[in-house]
């Protein structure tokens, strides 16, 4: 069997390492395809780096654009490769430009695709992830939900064929990476930071960082943190900072250390050993949880919303009043913040890639791995 990944910015490496690897396992070796969506060392190469994955088959090198832009090109270019390859299947992990390009061009080779993350959904239709995840679920063959709530979600669009509920392989990628984060990096000493004495903080959403106003908003939060807070920046949000003229108001706030993103290794030491999270972030909000780390989500709604229901994540959007105040709480009042570090984990057992390869491999050995006419 040749199953073909296509993926592009740094949490689709993150989540698709663990499939490669289960491939490895089984004795195959899947074809990886990367299109260039994020190209930075830091956003990029240092995690094929840090994860192990083999080399990388073809670099499309598509780079940043404009939606129509980055997803029209990354679809003549997977459509040569694929065209060109033939893979059995092809994987796509999450809701990105790349997800969509991927799952398109593939369809309409008639090459099925599996979509790995499936059925999540903000119900945000101005979010560019949710027209991409509902695009990819509704051109996939196979789809891999994390959670029940993601599957009835699919459900409720009339996908339930080939669906299969595995957990998200961001647990995986946690439990194969802490113990190598723990004894390998050593970002708290290079930081000066103290376990559990720091706010590990990430913002980059297209809602919270493309308008002066957010963006001012958010600024206005970091100028108020309570403790001392670490934010590795992404670099769309940098290049807004700077765009916006904000950018030496953030980097002289005293309590707050900024440094280029981080590698994996760093990321998660940090984030296992951080007092509270503060994120945007779709990844950091699922880690958060796994690793017993209270979260504050800077977000009005999530297409994670088991981390809600669990306890574990707040939803407390750009407003400053509100933020503040559950930093408080978690400083002040110990039960609430156990209760919030205690969440249970709602994403599964850490072996969702061992079972989407299993599966796919089971469905390609039926010859039920095919596109449906
Ligand atoms: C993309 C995804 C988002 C995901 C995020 C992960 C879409 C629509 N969005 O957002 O869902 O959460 O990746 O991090 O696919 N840039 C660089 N260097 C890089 C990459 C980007 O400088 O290596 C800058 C460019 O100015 C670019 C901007 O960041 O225009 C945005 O990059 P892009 O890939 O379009 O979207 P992200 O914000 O990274
Ligand atoms: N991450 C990282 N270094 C950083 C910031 C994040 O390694 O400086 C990791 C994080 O652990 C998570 C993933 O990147 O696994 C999340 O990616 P991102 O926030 O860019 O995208 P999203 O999950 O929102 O799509």
Same mark, same amino acid.
Request: aromatic share 6%.
């Given at each position: $069997?040749?199953?073909?990944?296509?993926?592009?910015?740094?949490?689709?490496?993150?989540?698709? *390492?663990?499939? =490669?690897?289960?491939? &490895?396992?089984?004795?195959?070796?899947?074809?990886?395809?990367?299109?260039?969506?994020?190209?930075?060392?830091?956003?990029?190469?240092?995690?094929?780096?840090?994860?192990?994955?083999?080399?990388?088959?073809?670099?499309?090198?598509?780079?940043?654009?404009?939606?129509?832009?980055?997803?029209?090109?990354?679809?003549?270019?997977?459509?040569?490769?694929? $065209?060109?390859?033939?893979?059995?299947?092809?994987? =796509?992990?999450? #809701?990105?430009?790349?997800?969509?390009?991927?799952?398109?061009?593939?369809?309409?080779?008639?090459?099925? =695709?599996?979509?790995?993350?499936?059925?999540?959904?903000? /119900? #945000?239709?101005?979010?560019?992830?949710?027209?991409?995840?509902?695009? *990819? #679920?509704?051109?996939?063959? !196979?789809? /891999?939900?994390? @959670?029940?709530?993601?599957?009835?979600?699919?459900?409720?669009?009339?996908?339930?064929?080939?669906?299969?509920?595995?957990?998200? @392989?961001?647990?995986?990628?946690?439990?194969?990476?802490?113990?190598? *984060?723990?004894?390998?990096?050593?970002?708290?000493?290079?930081?000066?930071?103290?376990?559990?004495? %720091?706010? &590990?903080?990430?913002?980059?959403?297209?809602?919270?960082?493309?308008?002066?106003?957010?963006?001012?908003?958010?600024?206005?939060?970091?100028?108020?943190?309570? $403790?001392?807070?670490?934010?590795?920046?992404?670099?769309? @949000?940098?290049?807004?900072?700077?765009?916006?003229?904000?950018?030496?108001?953030?980097?002289?706030?005293?309590?707050?250390?900024? @440094?280029?993103?981080?590698?994996?290794?760093?990321?998660?030491?940090?984030?296992?050993?951080? /007092?509270?999270?503060?994120?945007?972030?779709?990844?950091?909000?699922?880690?958060?949880?796994?690793?017993?780390?209270?979260?504050?989500?800077?977000? %009005?709604?999530?297409?994670?919303?088991?981390? =809600?229901?669990?306890?574990?994540?707040?939803?407390?959007? +750009?407003?400053?009043?509100? !933020? +503040?105040?559950?930093?408080?709480?978690?400083?002040? #009042?110990?039960?609430? %913040?156990?209760?919030?570090?205690?969440?249970?984990?709602? /994403?599964?057992?850490?072996? *969702?890639?061992?079972?989407?390869?299993?599966?796919?491999?089971?469905?390609?050995?039926?010859?039920? &791995?095919?596109?449906?006419?």
């Amino acid at each position: $069997m040749k199953p073909a990944l296509v993926f592009g910015t740094r949490p689709e490496i993150i989540k698709l *390492a663990p499939v =490669v690897r289960a491939f &490895l396992e089984m004795g195959i070796k899947p074809l990886l395809i990367h299109t260039g969506q994020h190209y930075d060392y830091e956003m990029s190469r240092i995690f094929l780096e840090e994860l192990e994955l083999p080399p990388i088959d073809y670099h499309l090198e598509v780079g940043s654009g404009t939606q129509a832009e980055q997803t029209g090109k990354a679809m003549i270019k997977i459509e040569k490769v694929l $065209m060109e390859e033939r893979p059995d299947v092809t994987l =796509v992990q999450g #809701d990105t430009n790349t997800v969509l390009a991927g799952a398109l061009a593939s369809v309409k080779l008639k090459i099925p =695709v599996a979509h790995v993350e499936a059925g999540l959904r903000s /119900f #945000d239709r101005t979010m560019p992830e949710e027209i991409n995840r509902i695009l *990819a #679920d509704h051109a996939s063959e !196979v789809l /891999f939900p994390p @959670t029940e709530e993601a599957r009835k979600n699919l459900e409720r669009e009339g996908i339930t064929e080939n669906v299969y509920v595995v957990g998200n @392989t961001i647990v995986d990628a946690v439990l194969q990476n802490s113990l190598v *984060a723990e004894k390998k990096s050593d970002v708290l000493e290079r930081l000066d930071l103290k376990p559990k004495e %720091y706010i &590990l903080i990430t913002a980059h959403r297209a809602e919270n960082t493309d308008s002066w106003e957010n963006l001012t908003r958010l600024v206005e939060i970091l100028e108020s943190l309570p $403790m001392m807070a670490v934010y590795p920046i992404h670099p769309r @949000t940098e290049g807004r900072l700077k765009r916006f003229g904000l950018w030496e108001r953030v980097a002289s706030i005293e309590n707050l250390i900024l @440094t280029k993103p981080l590698g994996y290794l760093d990321f998660l030491r940090l984030e296992k050993n951080a /007092f509270a999270v503060m994120t945007d972030s779709g990844g950091v909000q699922e880690e958060a949880i796994i690793l017993d780390v209270p979260c504050l989500t800077l977000r %009005y709604n999530t297409e994670r919303p088991e981390t =809600v229901k669990a306890g574990g994540n707040i939803l407390v959007g +750009l407003e400053r009043e509100r !933020v +503040l105040r559950y930093l408080q709480r978690l400083i002040e #009042d110990r039960d609430f %913040y156990e209760k919030m570090a205690k969440a249970p984990n709602p /994403f599964g057992d850490g072996k *969702a890639g061992e079972k989407i390869a299993k599966i796919l491999v089971g469905l390609y050995e039926k010859g039920e &791995l095919k596109v449906k006419s």
